[in-house]
């Protein structure tokens, strides 16, 4: 995997599974079955995404079946049969080029737990989910240190080497800063090292 900044395109999966606007009800139930997926983006013409059907859309055809109440849109969603009737629409999706931390945000604000991704006129890439993300977090602790020692030690105008140590993706920073303007700075730019869990600092200043 590359240095810091990881785009969408680096952790998500190519191989997706999707369903047209007719795909009827039962299919889609049996698809997220098999694929063990909460969601399939739907699709129409060459492969643009038009929205998204998860278990929630399928949810409510259990949740009205005995009862008159509830949300009107919910109730319709319950008389739905095809994927065109069921989805969420438009789909929230996110561009491959998108940052994980931009992607990461995008399920937060929209209470969803994968995205579609697409490329500049909507056509299907891949997918990427909240596991995806967490992807970063298995990278190996030398490897998370030797990326740190390059792209951000490496840019300071220090004399002396700071020393890097990362455990369980905790890094440890110790060493000489020839001003205290910087130990923020250099929090931050460790901060945004993709695996990095958390920071210890163990700086003094002259």
Known sequence: MPESPYTVSDVMTHTVVAVGSEAPFKE???????????ALPVLAGEGRVVGVVSEA???????????????PADRRKAGAITAGELMSAPAVTVHADASLAEAARIM?????K???????????Q?????SDLLKVFLRDDEEIAQEIRHSVLGQLPVTTPLTVSVKEGVVTLGGSLPDRMLVPV???????????VDIRLDLTHR
């Open 126 to 130: 891949g997918v990427v989910s909240r």
């Open 108 to 112: 937060a604000r929209r209470h969803v």
């Open 186 to 196: 250099v929090a931050r730019a460790v901060r945004a090292v993709e695996g990095v």
């Open 28 to 38: 889609i139930v049996e698809l997220l079955d098999q694929w063990k997926v909460s």
């Open 114 to 124: 994968r995205l579609p991704v697409v490329d500049g006129v909507g056509l299907l």
């Open 57 to 71: 859309d399928l949810m409510a055809k259990e949740e009205f079946r005995d009862t008159e109440e509830g949300d």
